[in-house]
């Protein structure tokens, strides 16, 4: 064998390692993020569980305020958005005595869809209409003036 070709078999050997090496390298970022969201790896019978980091946090060996506050990317007064994509709003209503009924504009229009509406309060609602910045809600009448909170969640 001589120069030439020991330098095409070399090259012919080393391409893969090369080029797994150089993808590390660009997605190093994003391939740590996903690592450590992952729970748990799978193939065959190997399975590797990453449940000591939830074991920990319940044990109360992990600082819980630290831990979730990575889950809320951005707060405002009136809404949340997690890490996972979900947008949860927080709207009090101020309900007068005599209705039935109440078109509900949200503060911030959701990027994709409204997709469930929680209500705090002494009220039983039904939601009739739900699109991605407004609702329809109907309830029984109110006899007198009161206050409830909604809670809508949405992607």
């Known amino acids: 064998m001589d120069c030439r070709q020991f330098i095409v078999a070399l090259t012919g050997h ?9 993808l590390l ?6 391939i740590a993020k996903l690592i450590k969201r992952m729970v748990s790896i799978k193939h065959g019978d190997f399975e590797l569980n990453f449940a000591e ?11 819980r305020d630290k831990y979730f506050k990575k889950q ?13 994509g979900m947008l949860v709003q ?30 705090i ?3 039983d609602l039904v939601v ?3 699109a991605a ?15 409830i909170t909604l809670l809508v969640s949405g992607v």
């Open 128 to 130: 009739r209409r739900l």
């Open 25 to 30: 390298l660009i997605f190093h970022s994003p």
């Open 90 to 119: 927080k709207i009090q209503l101020k309900l007068a005595a005599g209705l039935t009924s109440r078109e509900v504009t949200f503060p911030t229009t959701f990027p994709g869809e409204a997709v469930s509406i929680q209500a």
């Open 53 to 63: 980091r939830t074991k920990r946090l319940i044990e109360g060996k992990i600082d």
């Open 72 to 84: 809320i990317l951005h707060e405002t007064p009136h809404y949340k958005l997690y890490a996972n």
């Open 14 to 22: 080393l391409a893969w390692p090369v080029t797994v090496f150089t």
């Open 121 to 123: 309060g002494d009220i």
């Open 133 to 147: 910045g407004n609702c329809t809600i109907t309830f029984n009448e109110v006899a007198q003036d009161r206050e």
